[in-house]
């Protein structure tokens, strides 16, 4: 675990923002399962402490970017419940007026550049963004979330190279749920993993991606480096997908089985080790941890109200917004 | 342009293309260059000699041999306050660098509600006849004319090519901007100091009556050299340049089919599916009761760049096949 010492409070704060990431991909399943969702949503569930031990060590001016199973990245950014429902449903009020969906959540305000539908498609912008913030010195760190799907893609390998030869304040996360679609990791990534980036001179390291205080410890290092100007870091998170590659994804049984579901369910849930953490070491009882998941879900029904009442927007801006 | 004041000298089209990029570069810390052996080699074309010299390798940065990752980087430092001017060696490598440009730069825009904005300009080239064979020789800028959210821009003259580049790096969208590598030594008046040509504005390379000659950066000159041997035959052609694909300037052309009757598109990317059939259905839809005859298309031929020279000849136009053509067209 962590050498590094997590105040109460920010464990429940992480513990919340955990809660809500979960009770929000729970809510989108529902939505999807009534069909009153448009298209498909990749669900983050299971992996919630990796997006919120993560983004908790950055600053809110910090870049991320994030996947097709994204909600988990942008909500850990700072992201509105409420908009985000409203781009789910393709509403006017979503963060991308309905046109971008589950997979293109994009908000410059939370120094978010943008969900990515293209496995490692926003390893060259991430690292782009590492490259303006050392040219401009304005200190930010950008962080390329990614999963180890995308470790079949050149492209990473191509821009990890560059970020090691230029310095540049960058952390590439991959988020090792065992799954490349409906496909092991075994039967995807020859060798070892974690020598990916020391070949590259990126140093690299891995996390247990189910306990948010050791992701937190890490990232916080991680990020800090970066910032002191020593370049570019891999962190391998690992973790398990919790529900099918995408809603649709019901039956699961030829590529993996029940038993193995249940054992990550029961014995690795980020939001019961967290729970587990909280309870042993008093910092809150199980009321109070009750009461922050009531208020959640308050919060949430307040939020899917409003994106299932929002407006559609006007047929007239299909064509706004194609440039600049 | 006004004749005092501005000091207009013979540059070459290289010329041009280095003196846009110097005087942005001064007007603008955030543009920077970046490429393969764009410093101190100035690139295989020794078209940006001399800037690294000015400017420092901090922002004439030579890249690895990496054309998806650095064009993935340009658009990244597009999104978050740089200018960067990605320089990709030869057109044929868009393959490499397609997902970049048309997943990810030609989107951000769009699928962010219009919040992220990619101000990027990638520089590349096009041209066959230089003896490269099939995987150097490739004109291949309707692949980015596809897709919405590009801008693409042709350059035909020393003139042009620097006032277009300078709206280039200034636009807030990602835009191609094509070279021909056949042209880099071509000569042209270009003033010294700041000025730019809008993106969208077509010109009217030579006035004419009989025949429009639409041609596009490596084909203009060529359709100059058979409208002068068009004169000879008694015919007046009317050479338009759009200058920029995307956005195009429909009216300057079809103004032109129109007052002509007669209409050849001529560029020199393959044919099939290409710039000229859109460029000549876009005349049809719109002039179609003003024209005397079908719109005529000359592009590449549909078949990979040979390498032997009589055979690679064969494969584009030239003014004296653009010359026959419109002879057909005109009845002679």
New interface residues.
Partial sequence: MSDVAIDNKLLLRMYRRMVMIRLFEEQVNDLYTRALMPGLAHLYIGEEAIAVGVCEALRSDD?ITSTHRGHGHCLAKGAAIDRMFAELLGKEA???????GSM?I???DTGN??A?A?VA?????????????K??GNGRVTVCFFGEGALGQ??VY??M??AA?WKLPVIYICENNMYNEYTHVSEAAAGDILGRGPAFGVPSESVDGQDVRAVYAVMQRLAERARRGEGPSFLMANTYRFMGHHVGDISREYYRSKQEEQTWKSERDPIKVATEAILSQNIADRAALDLIQAEVKAEIDKAVQFAMAAPYPNVDKVE????? | MPETAVAVRELTLGEAVREALAEEMRRDPRV?IMGEDVAEAGTAFKVLGGLVQEFGT?RVLD??I?E???????????????R?VVDIMFGDFAGLIM??MA??AAK??????????C?MVLRTTLGATRRSAAQHSQSLHAWFCHI??L?VVMPSTPYDAKGLLKSAIRD??PVIFYEDKMMYKLKGPVPQDDYTIPLGVADVKRAGDDITIIATSSMVQVALGAAKLLEEHGVSAEVVDPRTLWPLDEKTLIDSARKTSRVIVVDEGYGRYGVTAELAAMIQENAFFDLEAPVKRMGAMHVPIPFSPPLEDATVPTESTVCAAALALCGK
């Avoid at chain 2, 980087?73 to 999104?79: K, L, P, Q, R, W």
């Avoid at chain 2, 951000?108 to 904005?117: D, L």
């Fill in positions: 870049y979503g963060y991308c007026k309905g046109k971008g293109h994009a908000d410059p550049l943008g990515n293209i498609g926003s390893a060259g912008i991430a690292t782009g963004a590492a490259f303006s913030s040219r401009l050149g492209v191509e821009v190279n560059m030869l706004q917004d194609v440039y600049a | 920077f901090e890249t690895p990496s998806a990752g650095f064009t993935g980087i340009g658009v990244g430092a597009g999104m978050t306050g740089m960067p997902d970049q997943n990810q951000i825009h769009y699928m962010s509600g219009g919040k992220w904005k101000s919405p959210g801008k807030d969208n």
